[in-house]
């Protein structure tokens, strides 16, 4: 079985502080990682992946996420918050004998001005 | 290059009545999957489909829900005799090949609103 757990339902922090959401994951073999974001009314957004290979992955908007096989976590970081980064965020983890994404509960941004 | 497209975007039906979901995949696209979303749950799965065949249905209800993606056309998520619990957003979501042997990211559409009076 597969399975994604994110801790904080709703994450707050200001323009230009760093932001960090939290997922940690759970499977058999080796995982494939995912960030999707998710704006009002809308569909989900890929923004990066972990496949295989450097531990930090670098994706859209300036996001990136560092996977960490010993605590199980793949936890996505900014540098410097945007108000307009401001959404709902979803991590998804695909066992490599899987062939559908499991995604986490979501946790929503707010970044304050 | 149009992304999925999903229609309606906004669906109310009575108790009873029957609900049918519509998604076009992504030009190029043959691999399509429905997901639910309830607030407090996030993003369920419920059925992954191909061309003409239901590939991982194990997060269908085993009752009322039905999907099949014809050869021709769009892929159809159908809920017959709705009830109140159904109300809820579906996401169809499209990959050119099976995710279980790349891992292009799903792309997803924005969603049918199911609400159920």
């Known amino acids: 079985a597969q399975s994604v757990a994110q801790p904080e339902d709703q994450v707050n922090v200001a323009e230009g502080n760093p932001l960090t959401v939290k997922c940690t994951y759970s499977?058999?073999?080796?995982?494939?990682l995912f960030w999707y974001v998710q704006y009002p009314n809308r569909g989900l957004q890929f923004l990066l992946k972990y496949i295989t290979g450097d531990n930090l992955v670098k994706g859209s908007y300036g996001f990136e996420a560092e996977f960490n096989k010993s605590q199980t976590s793949f936890h996505l970081k900014k540098p410097s918050a945007l108000v307009s980064d401001s959404a709902l965020y979803f991590c998804a983890v695909r066992d490599r004998g899987y062939s559908t994404l499991t995604f986490g509960k979501g946790t929503m941004l707010l970044v304050s001005p | 290059n149009a992304g999925v497209m999903q229609n309606p975007r906004h669906l109310v039906r009575r108790r009873g009545q029957e609900a049918r979901l519509r998604c076009s995949p992504m030009?190029?696209?043959?691999?399509v999957y429905w997901y639910r979303q309830l607030p407090e749950e996030g993003l369920k799965f419920m059925v992954y489909?191909?061309?003409?065949?239901?590939?991982?249905e194990s997060g269908m209800p085993k009752e009322r829900f039905s999907a099949e993606f014809p050869k021709e056309g769009p892929s159809i998520l159908r809920i017959q005799q709705v009830v109140r619990g159904d109300s809820a957003a579906y996401f169809c979501?499209?990959?050119?090949?099976?995710?279980?042997?790349?891992?292009?990211?799903?792309?997803f559409g924005n969603g049918t609103r199911l609400t159920v009076t």
């Open positions: 030009k190029g696209h043959s691999h």
């Open positions: 499977v058999s073999g080796n995982p494939y």
């Open positions: 979501a499209s990959s050119p090949v099976a995710s279980g042997t790349d891992n292009s990211p799903l792309h």
């Open positions: 489909l191909q061309k003409e065949n239901i590939i991982d």
